[in-house]
C-alpha cells in the first residue's frame, strides 16, 4: 500500500506544497489531483524561492515523476509559462518524467472572462474566486461540454474546439454586458500550446497503476482545503473540485487500498483568503501580526492572487471535520515559529449555537451564521523556534500547544513546520 496523500484541512494555503516537496524526496511518483491554476505552493530551497501553480512540488526532486490528474483543469498556455521558467532554473521537465492527463480539462479564456463576469454580477455576494476560470471549466466538464487535454495531440481539431467554445460563451458574455472574446485569435494561440504540450499527454491513471504494481511510492498532492471542498465546504463559498482523500482516488484514477498515509496540513491559526465565514477571525493589531508586513514570501499573502489572507485563531472544530471526511492517519503542523511572543494562545474547541456546544460544524450557512467559538486559551512562549531542529528543543509551552491540537482533533501531529525552509522541521514522538 504504497500511496500517500496530502489533504488541506483548512481553507487552502496550509502548506502542502512544502510538505509535498518534503515528502517527495523519497517519492517515485507525485500527482496533483484537483484543481488548476487557482492553487499555489511556495518551496524555498536553500537561497531559491519556487512559485508553482500547476506543476507538482515533487518535480523538484530529479527522482519523481510528476502527473498532472484526470481531476485538474488546466490552462495550457499558463502550464507552458510556468514550465518554461522552471526550465530556465534548470529543472528537467521532459515528457519522461512530467505527464499530463489526456482526460484533464482545458481552461480557455472564455472560462476566465465568464468567471470575473460571474463575480461582478454577484457584487456584495461574491464568492472570491481567484478568476482563473476554474469554475466555469469544471461547469463545462459536468455540462458535458469540456474540452479535454487529449484533444491537444490533433492540434487543429482542438482549435476548432476552442473557437467553438468561446463563440458560445460570447452570447453569454454579450447577455451579461460583457465585451466578446475574439475567438480566431485564441484559437490559434491555443493551437501553438497544443502543439508542444502534446509529447506530454497520457492516459495518467494506466501509468499510476503500473507504476503501482511494480512497488512504486506515489505522493498525491492536493490543491485547496477540506473547507473549500464542493460537497463538504462551506458552500457556497468553496472551489469547484473535492480536495479531500475521496478526491485524490477520483482525480488520479487508482484504488483506496493502495493508500497507507493519509496527512492532513493545518497551520498552527486560521487563514482563509476571500469571502466566507471564519468564525476565529481576528481584527487589529494581532491579526496584522499573524499575516505579516507582505515583504516576505512566508508572510499570508496568496501565491496566486496576492490577496492577503484573513488570520484568526486555530479552530478545532474545523480540523475534527477535516479528519472524519478524509481520515487523517497524522498531521504535520506549519508555521509554530509565527506564534512566537504571543503570550496567550487561544483555541476554539466547540462552537455554540443556540446555547447548545457542537464539536463539529453545522451543515448549512444559516446555522453557521449563527455560531460562536468557543474557546480554551494556552500560555505562549518567547523562543525563537526557527533554529530548532529537535522536539526536546521545542518550549514547553509550545510541545503543550501542539499536543492540544493533536487531542481536539483525536488525530496525533507528527511533524511541525518552525519556518520555511526545507530542513525548518521537527520531527515529534508520541512522549511529546
Known sequence: MPVTLIIGAQWGDEGKGRVADLLGADADVVARYAGGDNAGHTIAVGDEVFKLHLVPSGILHESASCVLGNGMVINPVNLLAEMDQLCSRGVDLSPERFLISSRAHIITPAHVALDRAS????????????????????????????????????????????????????????????????????????????????????????????????????????????????DHGDYPFVTSSSPVAGGALVGLGFGPLHVDRIVGVTKCFSTRVGSGPLLTELDGALGQRLRGSGENFWDEFGTTTGRSRRCGWMDAVILRHAAQVSGFTELFLTKLDILSGIETLKIAGAWELDGVQHELPPANQQDLKRAKPVYESMPGWKADLSGMRHQDDLPQAARDYVRRIGELCDTAVRTVGVGPEREQQITLDDAL
Open 119 to 230: 463575480e461582478r454580477a454577484l457584487g456584495d455576494e461574491a464568492i472570491g474566486t481567484t478568476l482563473r476560470g476554474i469554475g466555469p471549466s469544471y461547469l463545462d466538464k459536468t455540462g458535458r461540454r469540456g474540452i479535454r487535454a487529449g484533444l491537444m495531440q490533433d492540434a487543429e481539431t482542438f482549435a476548432d474546439a476552442v473557437h467553438d467554445a468561446i463563440e458560445r460563451a460570447n452570447e453569454a458574455l454579450i447577455n451579461a454586458g460583457e465585451s466578446p472574446l475574439d475567438a480566431r485569435a485564441t484559437a490559434l494561440k491555443w493551437i501553438d500550446a497544443a502543439m508542444r504540450l502534446a509529447p506530454y499527454i497520457q492516459d495518467t491513471s494506466q501509468y499510476i497503476n503500473r507504476r503501482l504494481r511494480d512497488g512504486a511510492r506515489v505522493v498525491c498532492e492536493g490543491a485547496q482545503g477540506t473547507m473549500l471542498d464542493l
